[in-house]
């Protein structure tokens, strides 16, 4: 019923007995809304019940006896209600009260079925596919109900509920720059809404727009200032910027509002370690610690300080805690069988050695497979494919297989993450195994690459500049390959190592003539490993790369950012993991040039020392 009709049936009487007026059943309906709205449901019920005396088929009278049901927690009573108030009008209103009783009884599927009905009566009202949205997002359909409320943005471009929910939905998919844009949507009407704000602050952060990111936490900031957590992204976008003491400034004021909150404590004491304040550091994830005695995450952080400060006996055990964070290694597997970390004999046992991290981490720690079949056990090795062929040689593996998600492994007594391997041998500075583990390349693939590069009067030069784009410190240890560009101008043969070429990578390596780029062919790191056996020199960033050259034997020059990995341990320009391994590490200043500057000095003092031993 419409307003105006409302109004005019408010207006109707009859005479009843003894002449006195006799509400029509749209008064008294109209009476019933106003006792309603004013809190007084007894009253707006018996409304309803003497409109419904008088015409049982009233349907405004059926729908409000069903908000009233509802309202007293009646939700039955509602639905039946509602539903016979359909039957006598199918109007959009009924049908949403209906659908939403459904949705909160659980009903789901009902509910949808209900709003599907409202929406074939009216396709184009953007709330009827919102509130789609919502049931089907209640169902654990988030892709359907993420298409419900991108058609009400359709319809309604303006619509800032449904562009909310997308918003977070395209975030939960990691499609950031259309989330940004649905996040963007409802900014555009409320300014100053901080729940928009601060997860348009979430994407731009995944997309590394870190400008925009520190942009949104800063007005987050001057809407919430005494907000803890509020203070504490702000901190993390600084971070990202790598203003680290002014990061550390915004930490210092979250603890100051909400002393003990963990994720800031974590936040801190990482900033604490890009400006390489390791003792500080250690102290702020004590504190972690003391409040949350086994946190996977700050035992992970501290074994890494561990680690990179030389404290080999504490970090490996304290690594250990990666097994207690839900997203390390998840293809790994559960295994039935007990692990070895080197305290039981193994002698005439079949142990498992598995990868659980990268390439480069098999590469260093496989030095340790041969000790392990020295113990007496067989050693089964799993893993990826492009190290299977590298891997199968190395002394004391009796089988190398191939990681694929099914793999049926055969029959083993114990297994150990190859990671673990180091603190299974109780591994110290002074008792790092040597890097010659490798069996040497086949002599055909030697042979067949040194024809292929032709005459070796110059020196040859092997390049990566970048490593896996989906690493954690990716954004610190690698660079684009124009940082690069100043290595040209020296008398060398450089030869191309970088697989996985970014997009402007791609394009400037096509218009260098001064670097061949020959990886087209390195099937696997095995063919990588024959083909650097020509070189004289491999010059790379902190990657696989690194680990395999080093381990060949090959010179290794490594170019480091000023937080390097922990492997490298502090303030050294050697590596007791690789002799012939030579460190070269940004600056507080962390650029790149300067290190591509001193690489550049000592490749001409090289060739140097090569023009004179082939003259």
Known sequence: MSRSDRKKGARSATAGPGGTNVLSPAALYEAGLHHLGAGRLLDAQVCCEQALAAEPTHADSLALMGIIALQTGQHDHAVAWFSRAIRQSPKIDYLTSLGFTLKQMGRLDDALAVFDKAIQLRPDEAELWKHMGGVLLALDRGAEALLSYQHALTIDPAHRESAFQSGLLLHQQQRHDEAVQAFTVCLAQQPNDLQSLQMRARCVRELKRYDDYLADCQ??????????????????????????????????????????????????????????????????????????????????????????????????????????????????????????????????????????????????????????????????????????????????????????????????????????????FGTTLDTIPPANYLPPPPADRVAAWEQRLGGHDRLRVGLVWSGNPHQANDGNRSMPLSTLLPLLDVETDFISLQKELRPADRALLAQQSRIRDLTADLADFAETAALMSCLDVVVTVCTSTAHLAATLGRPTWIMLPHLADWRWLRDRHDSPWYPNARLFRQDAGRRFEPVVHAVRTELAAMITGFNKTTA
């Open 219 to 424: 007005r987050a900031q001057a809407l919430a200032p005494d907000d803890a957590l509020v203070c504490n992204n702000l901190g993390d976008a600084l971070v990202c910027l790598r203003r680290i003491d002014e990061a550390l400034v915004w930490f210092d004021r979250a603890l100051a509002l909400r002393p003990g909150v963990v994720d800031v404590l974590h936040n801190k004491g990482f900033a604490l370690l890009q400006a390489l304040r390791f003792e500080e550091a250690i102290a702020v994830y004590g504190k972690v610690l003391a409040l949350e005695p086994g946190n996977a995450k700050a035992e992970w952080q501290l074994a890494h300080i561990e680690l990179q400060c030389g404290d080999y006996a504490a970090g490996w055990a304290h690594r250990e805690a990666r097994w207690n964070m839900p997203d390390f290694s998840p293809d790994y597997p559960r295994f039935t069988q007990p692990k070895w970390l080197g305290r039981e004999d193994i002698s005439g046992k079949t142990i498992l050695v598995e990868e659980d991290e990268g390439f480069g981490d098999n590469i260093q720690f496989a030095r340790y497979l041969p000790m392990v079949a020295a113990r007496g056990a067989k050693v089964i090795l799993v893993v990826r494919e492009p190290l299977r062929r590298l891997m199968a040689g190395i002394d004391g593996v009796s089988q190398c297989l191939a990681f694929t998600p099914d793999l049926q492994r055969p029959a083993f007594d114990m297994h150990c993450p190859i990671m673990s391997l180091p603190l299974a």
